[in-house]
């Protein structure tokens, strides 16, 4: 890659790039520099490991900690894999810090409830931004069916919820995923991007928190 596209990429000057690059050099980092080519990284070349403090590790800890005990499969999975790989990356005077934490979160009281639908999917549809469609069961025990276009996945302490923008209600509704009948995963793109979306849905819920409160209702909550 030429000074050129480095500087423009990283909204720099040339000048800063050959310091930089030059101090990498210094560090050797194997670059190497070709006429009528730019800068060339060898192959197989990695960054060192990120270098944690013990705030940092047990930040990292407690999080982990939540997300196993709560999550759903693939994420508590990963929760547990993420420890073991800073267990196996950290310097080992700082090994106790995540070995023997300081922290924990809450004992998990009840088993969270079983969903009706493969998260990791949901996950990788919102990504993707991808619409479902729900066979849903409300509290009411009344069944209905939903068109949405999801764009986060809520965790609480025993349930998760999706939030979506609802086709039939033409506005943003939450679903509790153990509530979920059955599931569709569309190959139909929905308008717009998932961050889009939910920086709408903030707006909307800081609004409605605004106006509860407006109305002399601190302590109870909009739905969403």
């Not at 060192?48 to 800890?61: G, H, K, Q």
């Not at 979160?105 to 969270?112: A, I, K, L, N, S």
């Not at 999706?162 to 509790?176: N, Q």
């Amino acid at each position: 890659m030429t000074a050129d596209a480095i500087a423009v990429e990283l909204e720099t000057s040339k000048r800063s790039v050959y310091r930089d690059i030059a101090t990498l050099m210094g560090q050797r980092v194997p670059i190497r520099g070709e006429a009528g080519v730019g800068y060339v990284l060898d192959g197989g070349f990695d960054m060192p490991p990120l270098m944690l403090t013990s705030d940092e590790i047990e930040a990292a800890v407690l999080g982990a900690q939540w997300v196993a005990g709560r999550g759903d499969p693939a994420l508590a999975r990963a929760a547990r894999d993420l420890i073991a790989k800073i267990a196996a990356t950290v310097p080992e005077r700082l090994r106790p810090v995540l070995l023997e934490p300081s922290v924990a979160g809450p004992p998990v009281w009840h088993d969270p409830k079983v969903d009706a639908l493969d998260m990791a999917q949901v996950r990788s549809w919102i990504h993707a931004g991808r619409k479902l469609s729900l066979h849903y069961r409300d509290e009411r025990d009344r069944e209905s069916r939903r068109t949405i276009w999801p764009f986060l996945v809520g965790y609480r302490e025993t349930v998760r919820l999706l939030v979506g923008w609802c086709e039939t209600r033409e506005d943003f509704r939450t679903f509790r995923t153990d509530r979920v009948i059955a599931a569709e995963f569309l190959e139909d793109r929905y308008p717009g991007r998932p961050a889009v979306l939910r920086a709408r849905w903030s707006a909307k819920m800081e609004a409605d928190r605004k106006a509860w409160v407006e109305a002399g209702k601190p302590d109870l909550e909009p739905r969403p």
